[in-house]
């Protein structure tokens, strides 16, 4: 959960580490520091607080001069917040500087080991193991080095490396925590994620677990844990480097809730050709499908909402019973798992530690694992047996929206396509279903056309206490991540509930102003959330109403502000439904002032357990 970036060429690399560790400072912004190799020799610049901290103390990199060097921006894991665990990382002598994404998971046994031995420490973090061990086993041979280390560690780890005695060397590894390499003239690369290199290359190489490169000015060699050369393909990134800034919007997450239109059609879009469902090169079979008695949908956090959706989606429109898991949970309470079961693993970065975790546990007992991610390439991709991608584009607040748009709508796509396969709807009910997820874009663009309303709405409560979202069946699920949404960035305490539950507890919460959401758009339970609505308004609560057209009036009746959504199909209206909700959180957040697309304590990519 730690954001890394490296740079080995002939210009000055402190100002152009500084500027992609701002591209990847929503990975972690608690810390950040930079190593340089110059004609001090090996010189390192740390500071606690966000990157500005470090930049105004190097003078925007111009104080340590050097054309090779290494970045990284904290999300702390193991030590608080300081410029003495900051990273990067070096070992007693000063030999080796290490940057570190992920977490060694003995490194409490080794950093005694080492003590033992006579060697140092400083700090309280896992990373300076790395650097010490590194400069224990270096005898003039860093690669032998690195391959004793990797030996050594347990963990996930994804790490940046200078040697002072090759000053024109830049050494890179990774194990369950993603790296790549970005290819230039003349000057190479390495980082954590595209957009911090992608002012400089759009081609890079991914590497894998266990995989050692070696970079120069001139080239970049790759090899396996044993030393043997590989040959790796050379990947083309196709967006640019705008599609990565906020273009005119005064935050990332208002400019990605606007992007939701164009990233639903983009993923949708190539996946119908005359009316059919075509999803890559899934191949799931009927007789696959009619051997699985049950589906694992399986994620953390916002995915895992999408997850909750895909219970009822799925159940409704396919048949086949859906548990949806929480991936830290999954894994280790031995689940009912086998070969008869299939795994639906969602995950944005795909690169999600536990879900990463939990995707093997399935693998190991037998099951068919088919992921939906938006990252080519990831380690969840990798390790599946099939996998969609959401075509969402770079997703940079640490909140996040167009990923759950996306992931929502491949959701729809799987239930049609599985219904169809099974015969479980008729090719007249399938087109019908298909014509309304190919709607959704232009319903989600009238929406956002109306934001005003909810930026009134949000004008007169940004200072509540408490607010609770209530829903049925899939309004209940869609309430899951409207709660999610607004306690990440506004820090405003949030709960959601299923309404019929508000009887059995959460009622006693409700007082004189206590702001309650009402999700009512599904219209065989309009008639029982209208009751529920009744009971919060007798106890004083002011309710905000979210409904289709067709029930405005009748909802207006009841509630204090109704946002009326598009009607469709309705196991399709969470994606219209969460966008009044994502909204009223941005709208919530502006208002107080909170820093909204990297809100404290959290990361885009969580990386450890």
Known sequence: ???????IGREESAPFLLEGLEKLEYRGYDSAGVAVYGPDGLRVAKAKGRLKVLAEKIDGGRA??????IGHTRWATHGAPSDVNSHPQTSAGGKFAVVHNGIIENYLYLKNHLIRRGVEFVSETDTEVVAQLLEYYYDGNVMEAIRKVVEKVEGSYALGILCEDFPDRLFAVRKDSPLIVGLGRGENYIASDIPAILSKTRDICRLKDNEIAVLTRSNVGFFDIDGYFLEKPVEYIEWDVESAEKGGYEHFMMKEICEQPKAVHDTISPRIRDGRIVLDDIALTKEDLERFR???VVACGTAYYVGVVAKYAIESMVGIPVEADVASEFRYRSPVIGPDTLVLIISQSGETADTLAALREAKHAGCRVLSIVNVVGSSIANESDDVLYTWAGPEISVASTKAYSTQLALVY???????????????????????????????????????????????????????YFIGRNIDYAASLEASLKLKEISYIHSEAYAAGELKH??????????????????????????????????????????????KLEALTAQADMVFPIPST?????????IIPMQLFAYYVASMKGCDIDKPRNLAKSVTVE
């Open 1 to 7: 959960m730690c954001g890394i970036v490296g740079y």
């Open 64 to 69: 340590i001069p050097g054309t090779v060097g």
């Open 294 to 296: 049950k589906i694992f």
């Open 413 to 467: 796509l799987l239930a049609i396509h599985f219904a169809e396969l099974l015969g479980k709807k008729s090719p007249e009910e399938c087109a019908a279903l298909l014509a309304a997820v190919e709607k959704l874009p232009e319903q989600i663009e009238s929406l956002l056309a109306h934001k005003e309303n909810i930026q009134f709405f949000a004008s007169r409560y940004f200072n509540a206490g408490d607010i």
């Open 505 to 550: 507890g959460p009622i006693s919460l409700i007082e004189e102003g206590t702001l309650v959401v009402a999700l009512a758009t599904h219209t065989g339970l309009f008639d029982k959330m209208m009751s529920n609505i009744r009971e919060v308004k007798a106890r004083g609560a002011v309710v905000l109403g979210i409904t289709t057209e067709d």
């Open 569 to 577: 199909e309705t196991c399709f209206l969470p994606s219209l439904s």
